[in-house]
């Protein structure tokens, strides 16, 4: 699904990932774990294709192919998903309406017939209700004057209905008080199949322990200095980050 | 591609309705004075009256200057380099039906989306296309008849409604009002003109489509609309021209009076030539639009400006009865190396005298858009409210955006309220849509219109989704 070798990137001509390397298999949950700073963002944004992140050297594969080659939308179409650490307001702009667009560009790309009005709203109003968002939410301007929590669970309502193939969920769980993120998990789970990838960007170990991820990777200074299974997240929350200051994967 | 990169391509587009139409015409040689004036009256066979009236605006607009308030800058117009009348040769025998008129002119309307025989037409509009100096068709007029509605070429109610003319041509408008104002008013040509009597609601949407096709003509036409009391009316106006590399002059006039109790609604579209991506050619739009509001009653001005070189409009409301009513929603685009300058103005007389503006302004590419809005509250005008929202978007950041609002409040009891606020499209809203596999262009012509809503929901149906279009059309990119 997702290969990334040896990835460089920068951030405004500043080095961030310095020599990442990454192999997610289809079905797999991934955990990417690490202090602030240690270029968790910027590992996503790479791979979505935000302006400003640039590859230096080394790749990301998706699929086999390089998504350096690809403009974000392309990226999406291909089925990836990032549901944002911070969601943007986009005024006047309906969520279902946003939806509708986002829906008719992807299905077209997958070659599949987009869904009718009809459809789409049955199913936008299930998804809502998956992660505990009034249906109201899908009139109102996407996350115009929605509250952190809302704008999160807006996120994995997208998410729901445009089921991607790679979803990366840039700490989705930060903000959300202990209900919210049992919903917010709920969700996720119910996405997980066996052709379906979903990487979890966090800065806690608590969300993992709602969706249990297939590996744990520990992220410092742009590198990945630390992978195991899901035992390792509890050693984190035990010693903290500075246990592996120093470490080497 | 950077984001950047792709807004600047997308806020370069080709302009739809750029087509010439081939007639023959009888257009007089270029060059302003009162042969010309005489020139005009005749052919249109106007009463001594007109003429003098004519005459009278000219020798007041020899002595005027042109305004230089305004926030927008081109060389000086040379006023003897315009042609002040030109008509399709079809047009001198006075065509009596359709089925007379050119096929070439209905041709043209065809192409702009405005088939002009009845049964082929949007139900329930009636149109008055006009064509560089004259009318070339009025629909629906035997319909809007049996309820007394009145709707033809200014030209000709100047001979059938001489009286209704008389008093109030001008009356809203003076001709020495302003610069472009007394110059219309020296050279006017058709326009249209409306009656609503007492008590009656329009029973359809009247429109007005005006198309500059010559050469160095400009455009003088002038719109006068009567709503007698307690009537009703909603009223559409569109304007495109021939994409040319020199640019063209229209001076309209519009006067709306609004007896007590009547409502009129009106609404444009505007999309004007709006020069290339260097800033050559286009229309200079120099529009004068004013309403007066007996008691009780309302005006409403939506504008969705997208088009000309240069804008310069105020549509206002002069609210001289008690508790009348007057609106302003407009939506003004510039890209490349336009120019806006528009806005309102509120004039506040009566009591409990009530006005909203809601304007939102959109710049990209080189362009300058100002808002330039005055709310005046006189002595006598007791417990009167305005509310104003001025919202500017950016898109790219060569453009300019700005905001002159003037409130005078003479009286203590007035109730003001002003918002204004600035945004970008971002980068970060940008990416959000492209993320969800939507195309840039689509991204930014929804940002668009999400940023417009407000004032595009206070357009007729029809309207709002020709509007709507034309944002996409006017930002919708890769022909670069
Ligand atoms: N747009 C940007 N411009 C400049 N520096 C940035 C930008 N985005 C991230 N950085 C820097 O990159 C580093 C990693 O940031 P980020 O990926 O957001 O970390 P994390 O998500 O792990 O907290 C930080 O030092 C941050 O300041
Ligand atoms: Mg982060």
Redesign the interface.
């Known amino acids: 699904m997702l290969e990334v070798k040896d990835l460089h990137a920068s951030v405004a001509g500043k080095d961030i990932l310095k020599g990442l390397s990454l192999h997610i298999k289809p079905g797999e949950v991934h955990a990417i774990m690490g202090p602030n700073g240690s270029g968790k963002s910027t590992l996503s944004n790479v791979l979505?294709?935000?302006?400003?992140y640039e590859i230096t050297s080394g790749e990301a594969l998706f699929n086999g192919v390089s998504v350096a080659d690809m403009?974000?939308?392309e990226?999406?179409?291909a089925g990836i998903?990032?549901a944002?650490q911070y969601?943007?307001?986009?005024?006047?702009?309906s969520n279902m309406?946003?939806l509708k667009?986002?829906m008719e560009?992807?299905y077209t790309?997958r070659g599949q017939e987009p869904l009718d009005a009809v459809t789409l709203l049955r199913k936008a109003r299930e998804v809502c209700k998956l992660v505990d968002l009034d249906q109201q939410f899908l009139k109102r301007?996407?996350n115009e004057g929605f509250s952190g929590g809302e704008k999160k669970r807006n996120e994995i309502m997208?998410m729901l209905l445009?089921e991607p193939r790679l979803a990366l969920l840039d700490e989705t769980d930060s903000g959300l008080d202990i209900d919210a993120l049992q919903v917010v998990a709920k969700g996720v789970n119910s996405l997980r199949s066996p052709e379906r990838s979903i990487v979890l960007v966090t800065h806690y170990q608590r969300l993992l322990d709602y969706i249990v991820p297939d590996f744990v990777h520990v992220l410092a200074g742009g590198r990945i200095i630390k992978s195991g299974g899901k035992e390792l997240a509890h050693e984190l929350e035990d010693k903290g980050y500075s246990w592996l200051e120093g470490h080497d994967a | 591609?950077?984001?950047?990169a792709e807004l600047d391509k997308l806020v370069r587009s080709e302009y739809s309705a750029g087509f010439t139409t081939s007639v023959e015409s009888d257009t007089l040689p270029p060059g302003l004075n009162e042969g010309v004036i005489r020139f005009i009256s005749e052919k249109k066979g106007e009463p001594d009256w007109v003429l003098e009236w004519r005459l009278a605006a000219y020798k007041k607009w020899l002595e005027m200057k042109t305004p230089t308030w305004a926030h927008i800058h081109h060389p000086p117009i040379d006023f003897n380099e315009v042609s002040y009348y030109s008509a399709p040769r079809s047009m001198a025998d006075k065509p009596q039906s359709l089925d007379e008129v050119d096929p070439e002119l209905l041709r043209t309307y065809e192409k702009l989306g405005i088939p002009l025989h009845e049964q082929e037409m949007l139900a329930g509009v009636a149109v008055d296309a006009v064509f560089d100096s004259v009318s070339v068709a009025t629909t629906f007029r035997s319909k809007l008849k049996e309820s007394g509605v009145i709707f033809c070429p200014l030209s000709e109610a100047v001979h059938e409604y001489p009286e209704l003319i008389k008093k109030y041509l001008g009356s809203v408008v003076p001709q020495g009002d302003n610069y472009y104002a007394a110059l219309n008013s020296a050279v006017f040509s058709d326009g249209s003109f409306v009656y609503i009597p007492k008590g009656v609601r329009c029973p359809m949407e009247l429109s007005t489509y005006f198309r500059i096709n010559e050469a160095k003509t400009g455009q003088f036409e002038r719109t006068l609309i009567i709503a007698d009391e307690g009537s009703h009316v909603s009223y559409l106006e569109g304007c495109t021209a021939p994409q040319r590399d020199e640019n063209q002059l229209h001076a309209a006039v519009v006067e709306l009076i609004a007896l007590p109790g009547a409502t009129i609604k009106y609404s444009t579209v505007q999309n004007w030539y709006p020069g290339d991506a260097e800033g050559r050619g286009g229309i200079y739009n120099f529009v004068t639009k004013r309403g007066v509001c007996h008691d009780n009653a309302k005006i409403s001005w939506t504008q969705v400006e997208t088009g000309s070189a240069i804008t310069w409009k105020y549509p206002s409301v002069i609210l001289r009865g008690d508790n009348s009513i007057g609106e302003f929603y407009s939506v003004a685009l510039t890209r490349n190396r336009q120019q806006a300058d528009t806005g309102t103005k509120m004039i506040h007389l009566g009591k409990n005298t009530k006005s909203t503006i809601i304007s939102k302004g959109i710049s990209a590419g080189r362009s300058e858009n100002a808002y330039r809005g005055l709310v005046r509250i006189s002595p006598r005008a007791e417990n009167a409210r305005n509310f104003t929202q001025c919202d500017s978007l950016l898109i790219g950041d060569q453009c300019g955006a700005h905001t002159f609002p003037y409130i005078e409040s003479r009286n203590p009891s007035a109730t003001l309220e002003h918002e204004a606020t600035t945004s970008k499209v971002?980068?970060?809203?940008l990416?959000?849509?492209?993320?969800?596999?939507?195309?840039?262009e689509?991204a930014v012509s929804?940002?668009v219109?999400?940023?417009?809503?407000?004032v595009f929901k206070e357009l007729p149906m029809e309207f709002a989704v020709e509007a709507g279009k034309l944002l996409e059309v006017s930002l919708e990119g890769s022909v670069g």
């Open positions: 979505a294709g935000r302006d400003g403009l974000p939308e990226r999406a179409r998903f990032l944002f969601p943007v307001e986009i005024p006047g702009v309406e946003f667009s986002s560009a992807i790309a301007g996407v997208q445009l | 591609m950077s984001n950047q971002s980068d970060d809203q990416f959000l849509c492209r993320q969800r596999g939507i195309d840039p689509k929804m940002i219109n999400g940023f417009c809503k407000e």
